[in-house]
């Protein structure tokens, strides 16, 4: 027996295909194997350029790194160690537990990072501010000051859900859902971003609508409210100004949260000031000034918001990776099919799934006979250096 540390698997050397495929629980004609690549310090994190490797040059080993290996399939040779990695125990995924699933996001969330200690803080200082204008426009009978109380209570709706999915994303890997729940960031932001792009509409539509109205009709006591609000969301913009910056290089999921979160805050703050500003000037006679100020808002706001909505979106829409350009994708698939051994090269997929993880696949067609292994390890390497960490190749006979 003689073990390989690049596949972190024990092999001999008259072992067969067959018998191969039978030991991970496929057919003799199925040749799917999964390539997975874990972050390293021996190994930079940027993509690189990818590299021409000859396959008759014995003297270099495709795959002596450490950090390469081949995933198994889940439910084939799941031992007790990758249980107690899953956190599942012996149980079927059936019996996942919602509550023991919320009691551990909770728990999360009481030992959470700064960031999780500091929303929950702005939560909280939005929902009694809410309260308070809520009760005190049901008192008075101000209805602009009820409905702002309910903006602020759905945006508060959308920070506790952005909480809830930071401490939920710390869950381990499990059977039911085998990449974790890191993805849910990103559904995260992307539910902030399209709230964001709702409020930019909806401020054009207030700003048409001041435009037909009379303007000596419209109440200035929201001053007072747009002040306090204003006052609560610099808290905010200041808890997370590290990411208060349109355009941001996502490296995490975590990074497109944290930066939806900020956003969210930003966007109000903007609201706010632009409704101060309008009163302001209305009182010192400007005409259509509500009418300015709200359009200048509508407009910022959508500004702001936009790249990442586009971004969160092309995750969700499994686009091609950013972070490789396709011209690399593209020659990586031309060294392929340079190869003698190599008839076709089809089904190229590849995309994000969280920002920093890319995933792909593709289909090799090879020569009736021949060892595919060579190949394989070869088509691992293109795509190793270039930053794909997890890399499905199946292989066809002709």
């Known amino acids: 027996m003689e073990k390989s540390n690049s596949f972190n698997y024990y092999k001999s050397e008259n072992q067969n295909l067959s018998s191969l495929n039978g030991d991970f629980g496929f057919g003799a004609s199925d040749r799917r194997f999964a390539f997975s690549r874990q972050a390293s310090f021996q190994q930079s994190q940027e993509p690189h350029t990818p590299i021409s490797i000859d ?32 956190g599942e125990g012996k149980g079927s995924p059936e019996k996942f537990s919602v509550l023991v699933f919320v009691l551990s996001v909770f728990q999360n969330i009481r030992s959470g990072n700064r960031y999780m200690k500091r929303l929950l803080v702005m939560i909280s200082l939005n929902v009694a501010y809410s309260t308070s204008e809520l009760l005190i426009g049901l008192l008075t009978g101000r209805v602009g000051l009820v409905s702002d109380a309910f903006h602020l209570t759905f945006g508060c709706g959308l920070l506790t859900f952005s909480l809830f999915v930071m401490a939920a994303s710390r869950e381990k890997v499990n059977r039911v859902y085998t990449y974790g729940y890191k993805r849910l960031e990103v559904l995260s932001a992307f539910t902030n971003a399209l709230f964001l792009l709702f409020m930019s509409f909806s401020l054009a539509v207030e700003a048409l609508h001041a435009f037909i109205q009379d303007e000596s009709e419209h109440k200035h006591y929201l001053i007072v409210s747009a002040v306090t609000n204003l006052f609560v969301n610099l808290i905010g913009v200041w808890f997370f100004r590290n990411y208060a910056r349109i355009n941001i290089a996502y490296r995490k999921a975590e990074d497109m949260n944290y930066h939806s979160v900020c956003l969210h805050v930003l966007a109000d703050s903007i609201r706010s000031a632009g ?70 090269v089809s089904q190229a997929r590849f995309w994000e799934l969280v920002p920093g993880h890319v995933v792909g696949s593709l289909t090799i067609q090879v020569k009736n006979g021949m060892d595919y292994r060579p190949i394989l390890e070869f088509v691992h390497g293109l795509y190793h250096d270039l930053g794909v960490q997890d890399l499905t190749v199946q292989t066809d006979d002709t």
């Open 55 to 86: 396959l008759n040059d014995s003297r270099r080993h495709l795959l002596s790194r450490s950090v390469s290996g081949i995933d198994i399939p889940l439910g084939v040779y799941w031992s007790e160690e990758n249980e107690k990695f899953s």
């Open 275 to 344: 409704l101060i500003l309008a009163s302001w000037l209305l009182s010192i006679g400007v005409q259509n000034a509500e009418v300015l100020c709200l359009g200048l808002v509508s407009v910022a706001v959508f500004m702001l918001v936009m790249p990442l909505f586009k971004a969160t979106a092309g995750i969700l829409l499994q686009t091609a990776p950013p972070s490789i350009p396709i011209s690399a994708l593209s020659k990586c698939l031309r060294q392929i099919n340079a190869c003698e051994d190599v008839l076709e």
